[in-house]
Structures are given as C-alpha cells and as structure tokens.
C-alpha cells in the first residue's frame, strides 16, 4: 500500500512536472546556439536571445532542484519504503544523459 502524500507534495509535483516541459523546451532551444559557440566562440554575439534564455534556465533549475530538496526528497524518505526509494533512483539514473 502507498502512503496518501500531503497536499504540498502533490502540489510541488505537478509544478515540477510542468516546469519539466519548459526546461527541456530550453535545454532543446539552446542545445544549438551553446554548440554553435563552442565551435567558433567569435559567434556568440549573433546569439542575442542566449543571455535571456540562459538565465531563464538557470531560474528554473534553482526553483526546481530547491523543490526537490525542500518538499520532495524529504516526502520520498518518509513515505516511500527503502525498496521503493531504490527503485525510484533507478529510474531516476535512466533517465541521464549517457
């Protein structure tokens, strides 16, 4: 049986998964300006919306990684047992990048 979370928890969730949406949508936007520049550092001022859009990123890294600290991570070790929270970090570094 799983644990009903506290309304907070669920709460944070849903705005973790919707800032999901934007953070990958960024990470996407800018995945081609970061390697354009990493090619021939001279282009970076054609790349006027990359400041913007950098910062925006990094915002939203900063408010979601202290959602997860703050709310979540704490939610998963109190109601989540050690099995579950295996599993959870399993699916967590399949996720990475590789």
């Known amino acids: 049986m799983l644990a009903r979370p506290p309304q907070e928890v669920v709460d944070a969730l849903g705005a973790m998964t919707r800032e999901h949406v934007e953070i990958e949508a960024l990470l996407a936007w800018l ?25 925006r990123l990094e915002g939203l ?6 959602s997860e600290e703050a709310i979540v991570f704490p939610a998963v070790r109190a109601l989540l047992s050690p099995e579950a929270q295996a599993d959870v970090a399993r699916e967590i570094r399949g996720r990475a990048p590789k």
């Open 31 to 55: 995945s081609e300006p970061w390697a354009a520049i990493r090619g021939e550092p001279e282009r970076r001022d054609s790349f006027r919306d990359l400041p913007a859009a950098s910062a």
């Open 61 to 66: 890294f900063r408010s979601h990684l202290a």
